[in-house]
């Protein structure tokens, strides 16, 4: 059988990243330089792969919605000529890149799998060979054709994912969706995408446009001013994502309450998210979540903040009308939200 080939984008991130007296920097060519001396790269099991190493590489940090627009440029530059798709990412802005690149991507039918590492892949502790090599035979042996990221032995869809440990291995999860795969002493499908792949066997991917919105985002504590949240809701700004208290509630106080109403009545988006790790929201359970409602707050249901300020800076760039996207937030696009 044919050795399958997969492209590998590495945008930069811990993985490729050298030590020095001010910390880890990302380092052009050290990522190559330490996989060539990996005999695990070159077992037979592995599919023939290139890696493009960005110029320059980038700091998890500092991505934006431009380097979103160039990783999917490149994913569909690449497209015909590869059987899956690798994107080697810092930590810290990981989920945001994989919501991102799933309403980006549109009518996807390979895999793009995103991965990285909490210590360089030169260090003798590095979870970083464990996570790329294991992308490589999923990619490979298990596609999964939607946009995931890979870690610390789990796979998960991209767009639920958050990051929930700035320290440990186990750096990411999935709270409201089920792991895709696990990738143990065998590895399991837990989840297959097959019906949706076929689905898409046919189209050409195609790339949708992506650009930086004014969108705020405020979790609500006790005593919060309505003051403050008055000042988030100034112009431009045109979507507030507020993040509340258990399944939606926040306080009964008037003027926090017209804050918000009037911010709606300016064609301003309020999503209701909430603070809870996992859940979803539902307004109708309690009066002060019904009091938000009742002025056009908007569900966010169980999505991530990561999967609700993607979708609302990729809603926002398609020129849709406002009426439009309130509605298309709550749509299940990608994956990215359970409704029912």
């Not at 017209?258 to 909430?274: G, H, M, P, V």
């Amino acid at each position: 059988m044919k050795k399958k080939s997969i492209y590998i984008s590495y945008t930069g991130g811990t993985i490729g990243m050298l030590k020095t007296k001010k910390g880890y920097v990302p380092e052009p060519g050290n990522l190559q330089n330490n996989i060539i001396y990996m005999q695990e790269f070159l077992k037979p099991e592995i599919p023939k792969f290139k890696i493009k190493e960005y110029n320059p590489l980038i700091d998890s940090s500092n991505m934006t919605p431009q380097e979103w627009i160039i990783i999917a440029n490149d994913i569909k530059k690449n497209y015909n000529k590869y059987d899956g798709f690798i994107v080697l990412h810092g930590t810290d802005t990981m989920s945001y890149t994989a919501s991102a690149l799933s309403f980006i991507l549109e009518d996807l039918n390979k895999p793009v799998i995103i991965t990285g590492s909490q210590l360089p892949i030169s260090e003798i502790r590095s979870d970083g060979r464990n996570n790329l090599l294991n992308s490589l035979i999923i990619a490979a042996k298990y596609p999964i054709n939607e946009v995931t990221i890979f870690f610390n032995n789990w796979l998960y869809r991209g767009n639920r994912t958050t990051k929930i440990n700035a320290n440990g291995f186990h750096a990411f999860d999935s709270p409201n969706f089920p792991p895709l795969l696990e990738a143990g002493v065998k590895i399991r499908e837990i989840y297959n995408n097959k019906k949706k792949s076929k689905k898409n066997k046919k189209k050409q991917i195609k790339v949708n446009n992506i650009y930086p919105q004014p969108i705020a985002i405020i979790s609500i504590y006790p005593g919060i001013s309505y003051k403050i949240i008055k000042n988030f809701l100034l112009k431009p700004i045109k979507a507030l994502i507020l993040c509340s208290y258990g399944i939606g509630n926040a306080p009964q106080d008037k003027y926090f309450l017209n804050s918000l109403k009037n911010a709606i009545k300016n064609q301003i988006i309020i999503l209701n998210l909430t603070q809870c790790i996992s859940g979803k929201v539902n307004m109708n359970r309690y009066a002060s979540g019904n009091s938000l409602a009742d002025i056009g707050v908007i569900s966010g249901h169980d999505l991530t903040i990561e999967a609700a300020l993607t979708k609302l800076h990729f809603l926002f760039s398609q020129n849709f009308s406002i009426e439009l996207i309130k509605k298309k937030i709550e749509i299940n696009i990608s994956g990215e939200i359970t409704t029912s």
